[in-house]
């Protein structure tokens, strides 16, 4: 069986191994594939892994012994499932790989927020505390987060998992899913409709899936129904975010500051209104990156072919 991978180099930049992966079958591993070489890499591999690099009709139409498309994270957007159940092929993906570092990451996107930890070292280290004429200086406000409202649009695994620190925090959690765990709710944390999530939170973090209906959701109409000064926080899709609209709250104040680790088309395009926005601190998508997290992807992705090769595909986002 030939396997093929077709953009390995963020999942393992050298720091992990494709040896479980390469007892599968006859492995070759691609750092990066550019659109014009998607076709010519895959050849008559009968399985490919692909994390951004997309896999479309026209893609599967001419890589005729593909069988099985392992995808290296949770979203599938780039592959043509739909097609690909039509051509009798299995696609799996990661689901639960990252919930313990996203989380961290949202709660750490927020902390930078109300601390500025590494802006005050650098300006230890620049000297300014060693001439400073007062026993100690800020540069930005201080947040304290204890009693603070955080509203978590999406509560799945993720949601939950940014709840369960923020509620450590001392933060009150209101969170917003269609899908409810009642078992959850407890003094410090309810479901409510989105509009009260809006009107009552301190801090609006996004987990939610991007879907036609979540597309958007944070725009001028959502940010004008927010409190004044909310602090919002996006490390789950770039497009749930309207950019231009939260670039001119961040700039009008309305919001007070963002945590952003994805964006709408990434790399990030030098014109992103986002850039030159206010009080905006912006991450290169790494918040699913932790060694401890990748090497988990990696296992999963193995177990994938693995259960595949033996009649029992899982974790298929297209049965």
Known sequence: MKIVVLDGYTENPG??????????????????????????????AQVVYTNKTPVSKETIDASGNIKFIGILATGYNIVDVKYAKQKGIIVSNIPTYGTASVSQFAIA???DICHHVSKHSEAVHSGR?????DWCFWDYPLIELDQKVMGIIGYGRIGQSTGKIAQA????????????????????MKYVKLEELLACSDVITLHCPLFPETQGII?????????????????????????????DALNAGKVY???????????????NPLLKAKNCIITPHISWAPKE??????????????????????????P
Not at 169 to 188: F, T
Not at 222 to 238: A, H, L, P, Q, Y
Not at 296 to 314: S, T
Request: hydrophobic letters at 40%; proline letters at 4%.
């Open 15 to 44: 720091d992990l191994s494709w040896a479980d992966l390469e007892k599968l079958g006859e492995l070759k591993v691609y750092d990066r594939t550019p659109p014009e070489k998607i076709i010519e890499r895959i050849g008559d």
């Open 109 to 111: 996107l927020l902390l």
């Open 129 to 133: 505390w060693t001439n400073n004429s």
């Open 169 to 188: 925090l001392g933060m009150k959690v209101l969170a917003y899913d269609k899908c409810q765990n009642l078992s959850l709710v407890s003094s410090s």
């Open 219 to 247: 725009n001028s109409d959502t940010i004008s129904k927010m409190k004044d000064g909310v602090i919002i926080i996006n490390n789950s899709r770039g497009p749930l975010v309207v950019e231009k609209d939260l670039a």
């Open 257 to 271: 500051a963002a945590g952003l680790d994805v964006v709408s088309m990434e790399p990030i395009e030098a014109d």
């Open 293 to 318: 997290s990748r090497q988990r992807l990696m296992d999963i992705a193995v177990e994938n072919l693995k259960q595949y090769q033996n009649g029992n595909p899982v974790n298929v986002v297209n």
